[in-house]
């Protein structure tokens, strides 16, 4: 039996590393991470951590040699070295010197990993078992049981339908309306609308307001990836599966279950991966590529698109099954041309978080400012403002409200979404959007020097998608992505 309450430190100078670890492992342990040995002194200085996942390789110190303190100062500690590298003599020092009791080497296998910090965890109950402890170790659990309930409780609020800006004669109303009788009950969930419209924002309210709440809640944007890796990210791979799998890899699905998974883009899947979704759908379970066995799975299913799936039916595009499988509760969600009356507190919001993010404290937007952004179309939507806020925040100088001259010049000369192009013909809004989109992009690779990860994760595509867009914008000089 593990314990459940078990704290793990995770000691790694790559930020990178140490949310890989923790998305693998939060679901069944307090996990906490640390930059160096001084951060991790810390950490254990004043938590009761039963094992630590440490770095081999880091400036100034070892993970050998922060671990040989570790052992005599926190000898009850159960103590793994991670390492790229598999050098023996590290791994004879770290075995004779540190107590090491585990070397795990990179790239480390997630199913792997949580068998190995749960033996951990086990190994350390049972020595304080052994040496009569357990009424120590009681009251640290139950401290613990706070810690994680608080955290929870936190992110319950975050995500919850009461965050979503709208005014009360919003056409969003409605669409929340559905969505709060929808997380009752353990249907599928389709959300439409365009992109950027908030799809995913009200999946997640969904999830905190179901029976499922305090378990995973995990995204895959399906129009990201080809079919095989698709497959692999969603339902998992053996080693050798296919050229490129050089590890076993758990699947979104195994991941999420008895939690909720949002398949986002779900339009842009093909006829031959929609044979092998609806068959998980069908039978609750999946079968990582190049396993013998499946594997029983019981996850709930939100998804989206901006596309007209039933014209995607009629077209023979989508399969007319699986739409009904995933449309058990069809939700629209409003474009943001749609309820203008909403942008005035939508961007307050908005400017509060950025305010968060970048370490400012700006005060608001000029009168001028938000009647210019009432006049405007908005094809990018929530997505849109969000980037336009974030830019006009950037070139701001101090804290006054941000003034119209800040914005966009599509914004400031009231542009419309239909414009007229030089041969006189109306431009596309596919064309407009992808414009929005490509600026967008651009923007956010330069506030991260190009650093293709952390542009990910703020525009909320998978590296693969962004860099797919990349080459789709033909923005050369992002491609190189070594230093990420």
């Given at each position: 039996m593990t314990n459940p309450h078990a704290t793990v430190l995770v000691v790694d100078d790559e930020v990178r590393s140490i949310e890989a670890i923790q998305r693998v492992l939060s679901d069944e342990f307090e996990v906490i991470g640390a930059r160096n040995a001084k951060e991790a002194e810390e950490v254990l200085e004043g938590e009761m951590v039963q094992v630590i996942l440490c770095d081999q390789r880091m400036p100034g110190e070892s993970g050998v040699d922060f671990l040989k303190r570790v052992r005599e100062l926190w000898p009850d500690t159960i103590r793994i070295i991670i390492s790229g590298y598999t050098d023996s003599g590290d791994i004879i020092e770290g075995v004779n010197n540190a107590g090491i009791y585990q070397y795990i080497t990179k790239p480390w296998s997630p199913d792997k990993l949580i068998a190995c910090v749960r033996e951990?965890?086990?190994?350390?109950?049972?020595?304080?078992?052994?040496?009569?402890?357990?009424?120590?170790?009681?009251?640290?659990?139950?401290?613990?049981?706070?810690?994680?309930?608080?955290?929870?409780?936190?992110?319950?609020?975050?995500?919850?339908?009461?965050?979503?800006?709208?005014?009360?004669?919003?056409?969003?109303?409605?669409?929340?309306?559905?969505?709060?009788?929808?997380?009752?009950?353990?249907?599928?969930?389709?959300?439409?609308?365009?992109?950027?419209?908030?799809?995913?924002?009200?999946?997640?309210?969904?999830?905190?307001?179901?029976?499922?709440?305090?378990?995973?809640f995990v995204v895959e944007n399906c129009g990201a990836l080809p079919d095989e890796l698709l497959e692999s990210e969603l339902f998992g791979c053996k080693k050798g599966a296919y050229t490129g799998a050089y590890q076993d890899r758990i699947g979104l699905f195994e991941l999420a279950d008895n939690g909720t998974i949002f398949l986002d883009e779900i339009g842009e899947t093909s006829p031959a991966f929609q044979v092998k979704l609806l068959r998980v759908l069908q039978e609750g379970e999946i079968r990582p590529l190049g396993a013998q066995r499946p594997r029983k799975v019981n996850v709930r299913v939100i998804s989206a698109t901006n596309r007209d799936l039933l014209a995607e039916v009629a077209a023979g595009r989508f399969r007319r099954d699986l739409y009904y499988r995933l449309a058990a509760f069809p939700i629209h969600m409003p474009a943001l041309s749609d309820r203008i009356e909403d942008i005035p507190a939508l961007a307050g919001r908005i400017l509060t978080q950025v305010n968060q993010s970048f370490n400012r404290q700006v005060a608001g937007f000029h009168p001028r400012t938000l009647d210019l952004m009432t006049s405007y179309s908005w094809p990018g939507n929530v997505r849109e403002l969000q980037n336009e806020i974030q830019r006009m925040t950037v070139l701001s100088d101090g804290n006054e409200p941000l003034p119209p001259e800040l914005l966009s010049p599509a914004i400031r000369n009231g542009e419309v979404t239909a414009t007229q192009t030089p041969d006189g013909g109306l431009r596309l809004l596919k064309d407009m959007v992808e414009e929005v989109e490509k600026a967008a992009i651009e923007a956010s690779l330069a506030r991260h020097d190009g650093n293709i990860s952390r542009t990910a994760e703020e525009l909320g595509l998978s590296r693969v998608g962004l860099r797919s867009k990349i080459e789709r914008y033909d923005l050369r000089r992002y491609r190189d992505d070594e230093s990420d």
């Open positions: 951990s965890a086990n190994l350390w109950r049972l020595q304080h078992e052994v040496t009569d402890m357990r009424i120590e170790v009681k009251p640290a659990s139950e401290a613990l049981q706070k810690v994680i309930s608080d955290r929870r409780r936190n992110q319950a609020q975050s995500f919850s339908f009461d965050r979503i800006v709208h005014r009360a004669d919003s056409p969003l109303v409605n669409s929340i309306a559905l969505a709060r009788r929808a997380a009752r009950y353990d249907v599928s969930v389709l959300v439409t609308g365009a992109s950027g419209t908030g799809k995913e924002l009200l999946a997640r309210a969904i999830h905190q307001e179901s029976a499922r709440a305090d378990k995973t």
